[in-house]
């Protein structure tokens, strides 16, 4: 089992829907759960920093993280065609050698108008 | 405030030649990281520099990668010799403090293609 499963799609949707991107991890030592996200031939930018369990929400993002089930997810409100991208989550335990990211795949997005 | 540095952005070479990749980050990030990013996967740690020191190489295929933070600033990866698997993005990071838990800043990428 991968430590950080992400579906990697691709995700189609139509200009103003709602979108869910999801991630599963087993290591329970991960305490920051981040969003990037990555626009073709970028590299990745930070959309959503989040600690321990609980919702963030900045803008039309919303992140939830669910440490018990170990599940974490990102929200689109009102999605626009600016937002088609790759989105990958991303984990990382506290400190010392635990402390770097573990990323998943990756979901690709394609928010139509 | 500028960005995470990276050069060239683009690299062909054959198998078994030699490359290497260049990395400035932001002004005055003491943690420097280089990633592999293997297409339709995320990226994964080669090295983390703490200044100009190495604080976590542990996925780095040391028989054939090296890299080099000199002056704690600048830094160089180097293959030798490469690997058709050795296609991939390159991508430096810099952060202002060691540790996962903080914001990483990411470069735009070399893309290394290995015939």
């Known amino acids: 089992q991968k430590e950080v499963e992400q579906d990697p799609g691709p995700l189609s949707v139509p200009e103003g829907a709602i979108v869910s991107l999801n991630c599963t991890y087993s290591?329970?030592?991960?305490?920051?759960f981040m969003w990037y996200r990555q626009y073709s031939r970028k590299g990745p930018e930070l959309l959503m920093y989040t600690y321990s369990s609980g919702n963030k929400e900045d803008g039309r993002f919303t992140a939830q993280v669910d440490k018990s089930s170990k599940y974490i997810s990102l929200f689109i409100r009102d999605s626009q065609p600016s937002d088609s991208a790759t989105y990958l989550c991303?984990?990382?335990?506290?400190?010392?050698?635990?402390?770097?990211?573990?990323f998943g795949k990756g979901t690709k997005l394609s928010v139509k108008p | 405030e500028a960005g995470v540095a990276q050069s060239p952005r683009y690299k062909i070479i054959e198998k078994r030649q030699s490359v290497a990749f260049w990395c400035n980050p932001i002004s005055g990030h003491a943690t420097l990281y280089w990633y592999q990013q293997i297409l339709g996967q995320g990226p994964k740690l080669l090295i983390q520099?703490?200044?100009?020191?190495?604080?976590?190489d542990s996925q780095l295929p040391k028989d054939r990668f090296s890299a080099e933070r000199l002056k704690g600033v600048d830094s160089t990866l180097k293959i030798q010799p490469a690997k058709l698997e050795d296609s991939a993005v390159y991508l430096c990071?810099?952060?202002?403090?060691?540790?996962?838990?903080?914001?990483?800043?990411f470069g735009p990428g070399t893309r290394l293609t290995v015939l």
């Open positions: 290591n329970s030592a991960f305490q920051y």
């Open positions: 990071a810099s952060s202002p403090r060691a540790g996962g838990g903080n914001e990483q800043f």
């Open positions: 520099f703490q200044n100009n020191g190495v604080v976590d």
């Open positions: 991303a984990m990382s335990a506290y400190g010392g050698s635990q402390g770097n990211l573990i």
